[in-house]
Structures are given as C-alpha cells and as structure tokens.
C-alpha cells in the first residue's frame, strides 16, 4: 500500500484559527475516529457496500498516511534521546511497510544498521530499497551510496581487540570477565581462541561446579576446554553428575603438567 505524498485539502479557505474539517457525504467530521463510528453504523445498513468500502479505503490511506508521517518526525527525536537500535530500526520496518517504494524507511533503516556495525544488514536494507524505489524518488541516489559505503566498510572490518598490547588484552580478560563469560568467544575467531586459550592466569583454576550452574543457551561445556587448557589448570574441580564422565575421559588424554589438585564435589561436598 502506497501512502500519498501530500495532503488533499477538502477546502480552499481554511481558517488557520479553526480545525480543518473533513467533508464526507455532506457531513462535516472534526475526527476520523467520528468517521469510523459513522461509517460502522452505515455498514450495519447492508444497502451501501460498495460507498462503506470505498470510505473504509479512504481512511485506511489517510491514517497510514499520517502514520507515516509521524514516524518521520519521530525518528530524529529518538535518536536525540539515545534510544536504542531496536526502538529506532522498528520504527525505520514500520515506515517501509507502510510506504515500500519510498525511500525514507530504507535510508533510515541501512543508516542505522551502519552506524551500529551491521554492515551487512544495511547492504541488504539498501539493495531492497533500490530494488523496490522507482528511478524518480528524489533521494534513489543516496540508497546507492548507502549500499556503497555499507559494502565498504564491511570489507575494512578489523579485530581491535587484537591489535591491543598483550599486556592490555590480559588486564581486560583477566580482570573484567569470567571464564564462563569468555568462552563463547573462543569461537568467534582463530585469534580471539588463541588469545584466550593461551592466558596462562586466567585457567590456573577450573570450578566447573560454578560454571555449569544454569547453563545457559550458547554457554560451551567446561570439557570441550579442557585438553585445549590443561597445561595452565593447577586447581581443578569438577561436579558429580552424568557429564563427569565426559570430564575425566579427557584427563588421561591432556596435558596436566601444571595441576596440584582435583577435587570431584557434589552437594557442597568434595571428595
């Protein structure tokens, strides 16, 4: 559904003073809202389908058309007020749901996707929009530079965290994360993996017991670590339940040169 561009004015000499009024079958109406109640009542008559369609039609258009337009003043507002991508980017769908061969929604939806580090997704959000938005729109050209410097930037992405000095990377993994909290990150990349796994002070102790309290989806199981960190395990413990298996069969096969102690605890007791 297309939404109108401009406002139609029902009437040439609007006193600026007063509320413009909308004129339907002789009827004057101050609000939409005493359209659709007009317009109920006449649909209960049965005799005047084809006029209740065409005013149902009407109003549809009117209100997608107001929609529309309220959700471009609101955009800026939101993002003076730092609200977050979610909030803004359903705003961005919304408006080109509701006007898909506009090119408003997908400008405002690619440029968020930008600014916040999905390059990929703005270079689909710009490719729709190209596909979708007639030659003729005013502003088609800048969807081309928006899927040009989406596809740009995705091609200069580079590992920050990696380019840190290793005595840096240590102070931020050793001091503001868990090694619950790091693991899922051992699988981001082969460098991110290296630069964990090879934290000597990070894996002197294993409590599995903690570490498996209330896995969570994406959590990655203690054992699937341990032959990659069992040089730098000197206290272990591991819990008493169906994984403990799974946990000492990869202790004869690992490396454990460094481990003082092990400990197997079940109940808040160990043995």
Same mark, same amino acid.
């Given at each position: 559904?297309? +939404?109108?561009?401009?406002?139609?004015?029902?009437?040439?000499?609007?006193?600026?003073?007063?509320?413009?009024?909308?004129?339907?079958?002789?009827?004057?109406? #101050?609000?939409?809202?005493?359209?659709?109640?007009?317009?109920?009542?006449?649909? !209960? #008559?049965?005799?005047? #389908?084809?006029?209740? !369609?065409?005013?149902?039609?009407?109003?549809?258009?009117?209100?997608?058309?107001?929609?529309?337009?309220?959700?471009?003043?609101?955009?800026?507002?939101?993002?003076?007020? %730092?609200?977050?991508?979610?909030?803004?980017?359903?705003?961005?769908?919304?408006?080109?749901?509701?006007?898909?061969?506009?090119?408003?929604?997908?400008?405002?939806?690619?440029?968020?996707?930008? #600014?916040?580090?999905?390059?990929?997704?703005?270079?689909?959000?710009?490719?729709?929009? !190209?596909?979708?938005?007639?030659?003729?729109?005013?502003?088609?050209?800048?969807?081309?530079?928006?899927?040009?410097?989406?596809?740009?930037?995705?091609?200069?992405?580079?590992?920050?965290?990696?380019?840190?000095? !290793?005595?840096?990377?240590?102070?931020?993994?050793?001091?503001?994360?868990?090694?619950?909290?790091?693991?899922?990150?051992?699988?981001?990349?082969?460098?991110?993996?290296?630069?964990?796994?090879?934290?000597?002070?990070?894996?002197?102790?294993?409590?599995?017991?903690?570490?498996?309290?209330?896995?969570?989806?994406?959590? +990655?199981?203690?054992?699937?670590?341990?032959?990659? +960190?069992?040089?730098?395990?000197?206290?272990?413990?591991?819990?008493? %339940?169906?994984?403990?298996?799974?946990?000492? %069969? %990869?202790?004869?096969?690992?490396?454990?040169?460094?481990?003082?102690?092990?400990?197997?605890?079940?109940?808040?007791?160990?043995?």
């Amino acid at each position: 559904m297309q +939404i109108p561009t401009e406002c139609e004015s029902t009437s040439n000499n609007v006193d600026s003073a007063t509320p413009e009024k909308k004129v339907m079958n002789n009827i004057e109406y #101050d609000t939409i809202w005493e359209q659709v109640t007009d317009i109920a009542e006449q649909a !209960l #008559d049965g005799d005047q #389908d084809d006029a209740t !369609l065409e005013r149902i039609q009407s109003i549809l258009n009117e209100t997608n058309r107001i929609a529309f337009e309220l959700l471009k003043t609101r955009s800026p507002l939101l993002a003076r007020k %730092n609200k977050g991508l979610k909030e803004q980017l359903n705003d961005a769908n919304y408006m080109i749901y509701l006007a898909p061969k506009s090119s408003v929604g997908y400008l405002r939806a690619g440029r968020l996707c930008i #600014d916040y580090g999905y390059q990929h997704r703005a270079f689909f959000i710009f490719s729709r929009g !190209l596909q979708l938005v007639p030659r003729s729109d005013e502003q088609y050209d800048l969807l081309t530079q928006g899927k040009n410097e989406a596809q740009s930037r995705a091609k200069k992405r580079f590992d920050i965290l990696s380019r840190l000095p !290793l005595d840096v990377r240590h102070e931020i993994t050793d001091n503001y994360f868990s090694q619950k909290e790091l693991t899922p990150f051992t699988r981001v990349c082969s460098s991110w993996r290296e630069m964990i796994i090879n934290d000597s002070k990070l894996w002197k102790q294993i409590h599995a017991v903690e570490w498996n309290d209330k896995p969570k989806e994406g959590d +990655i199981p203690v054992h699937t670590l341990l032959p990659s +960190i069992s040089h730098h395990i000197q206290e272990l413990e591991l819990p008493l %339940n169906s994984k403990t298996s799974r946990y000492m %069969n %990869n202790i004869p096969t690992s490396n454990f040169e460094n481990l003082q102690s092990m400990k197997i605890a079940a109940s808040g007791k160990a043995f």
